[in-house]
């Protein structure tokens, strides 16, 4: 049989040759059905931005809303989702060692579907903030399962391709829930369609997770070993015997009942892991501070009020920026850049695109307040800019190299904290964008996420390895030694 893996003493990222393993049925079932995870975030993201600004047009002068002219509530009802999913992600940790991966996802989903009901029909801004808090314990759910799945189920190859298709997915969601939101943004009450409509896609996601197969990862540890090589000759086209040796290998390095506590003690008294949190947690901070969500959650407010439009204009202009999001992301997924140019090098490109596109903002905001000059194509510009040089790379990478770098023992730990780290910037970023907007000035807002840019540029150009082409298994050899300039010093 043709080796494709690298023996455990070397590190040096080794692809396979094309067509080394196509996807089965069921790794393509696996694949869609926990990428329309992705897709539940995006169409959540996607549709506060033009619900907000619609229902804060519908709801003026009403007090039991108060939107209109209270930016802090607008923060806490965009925030609720995001704050909640921190608290969905910790939750994740014990629900995924305990009861596997796709209970997991059936559950995100099937409270997702609630949720698009409750914030639908809501009568105030805090029955709309409760349905945005459920909807937030359902996202971080399945925002950190559907990483681990995807690691777990997919070939060494299709790693990258499927965490950059859940990516895509996210973006898919977010440009669909923009052309609704523009649908509707002439109807009467059109926010309440905006946001009722989540729960479509709800249902057809726990109808899909509902077919595929359990994480072999998780059942190999959990002394289901016979279903767990079942399951990974369905996953796979051709021998599978290799790939099963280094589970087991693995299985000797795990204590799968130890508790969250025991199971972090160790990953802080072990080297390589401890190097590996680090990394992580700074790939999810860094992710939000460098303001993505600031850009996606307030792009139609941000238009609306910099600019001398409409409210169904402002929405449009939005569908601009989440159009170029989704085109780019195509892209990245068609010519497999992550696999052609590697998740280090893409990253550091990502960073430099996102800072080119915020020196824009800076300017279009500092004519707009300065000197009283409309610049709406040019906001236009730097926020497309922007999501265009976000989406390659720091999008899907984050994600996909945090469910890469951990070994199995702590993986469902690990990603809880590394999840709740992203979930936690992203509320900070959320709650105090549009008051540091109102108070220092929007293009002071956006000179601090390029500042955070470039401050994450230099911390991956030194610390951050590549991961491509590495099995699962043997990633964790990358942090035994001290890394600088993305290799090991060791070595």
Not at 158 to 165: D, E, L, M, T
Not at 304 to 333: D, K, M, R
């Amino acid at each position: 049989m043709k080796q494709k893996y690298q023996t455990l003493e070397e590190n040096t990222p080794i692809l396979p040759g094309p067509g080394t393993c196509s996807l089965t049925p069921e790794a393509i079932r696996t694949a869609v059905a926990v990428t329309m995870g992705g897709f539940l975030f995006g169409y959540d993201i996607g549709v506060m931005s033009g619900a907000l600004v619609k229902l804060s047009e519908d709801t003026a002068g009403d007090s039991a809303w108060g939107l209109d002219d209270n930016p802090f509530r607008q923060e806490v009802v965009v925030s609720a989702t995001i704050i909640f999913a921190a608290i969905g992600s910790l939750l994740s940790a014990p629900l995924n060692r305990s009861l596997g991966r796709k209970p997991v996802l059936l559950g995100g989903a099937l409270l997702f579907s609630l949720c698009g009901g409750v914030m639908g029909t809501s009568w105030n801004w805090w029955v709309l903030t409760c349905g945005r808090a459920m909807a937030g314990i359902a996202i971080g759910l399945l925002s950190m399962t559907a990483p681990l799945l995807i690691s777990e189920q997919m070939a060494t190859e299709w790693r990258g391709p499927v965490n950059v298709a859940n990516q895509l997915m996210i973006t898919v969601g977010i440009l669909v829930a923009s052309i609704v939101a523009g649908g509707f943004s002439t109807t009467p009450d059109g926010w309440r369609y905006m946001l009722g409509l989540s729960s479509v896609p709800a249902i057809l996601m726990v109808m899909l997770v509902w077919s595929i197969s359990e994480s072999v990862r998780w059942l190999a540890h959990s002394g289901k070993l016979g279903e767990a090589k079942a399951v990974l000759r369905k996953l796979r086209d051709d021998d599978v015997e290799l790939e099963w040796e280094m589970i087991l290998d693995d299985i000797g390095n795990c204590s799968q009942d130890a508790g969250f506590v025991d199971t972090l003690s160790r990953m802080m008294a072990t080297r390589g892991v401890r190097r590996a949190l680090v990394l992580g947690v700074c790939l999810q901070m860094f992710q939000q501070i460098t303001g993505i969500n600031s850009v996606i959650y307030y792009a139609d407010s941000i238009i609306l009020s910099a600019h001398q439009t409409t409210t169904s204009q402002a929405i449009w202009f939005g569908a601009i920026v989440a159009f170029v999001n989704c085109a780019v992301t195509v892209i990245t997924l068609l010519t497999n850049l992550i696999e052609r140019v590697g998740r280090r090098m893409l990253i550091l490109a990502s960073l430099l695109v996102m800072i080119i596109g915020l020196s824009i903002l800076i300017v279009s905001f500092y004519y707009e307040e300065e000197y009283d000059k409309t610049l709406a194509w040019l906001t236009v510009l730097g926020l497309s800019v922007y999501v265009a040089g976000f989406a390659p790379g720091m999008g899907p990478l984050p994600w996909a190299i945090n469910s890469e770098i951990f070994p199995m023992w702590c993986r469902s730990v690990a990603a809880s904290i590394t999840t709740t780290t992203n979930w936690i910037f992203n509320s900070f970023v959320s709650l105090t964008f549009l008051s540091i907007a109102a108070g220092l000035g929007t293009y002071h807002a956006f000179f601090i996420y390029l500042v955070a840019c470039f401050g994450a540029f230099m911390y991956f150009f030194v610390f951050l390895p590549e991961t491509r082409g590495i099995p699962l298994e043997r990633i964790q050899n990358l942090f035994e030694e001290r890394m600088v300039f993305g290799t090991c010093c060791g070595q």
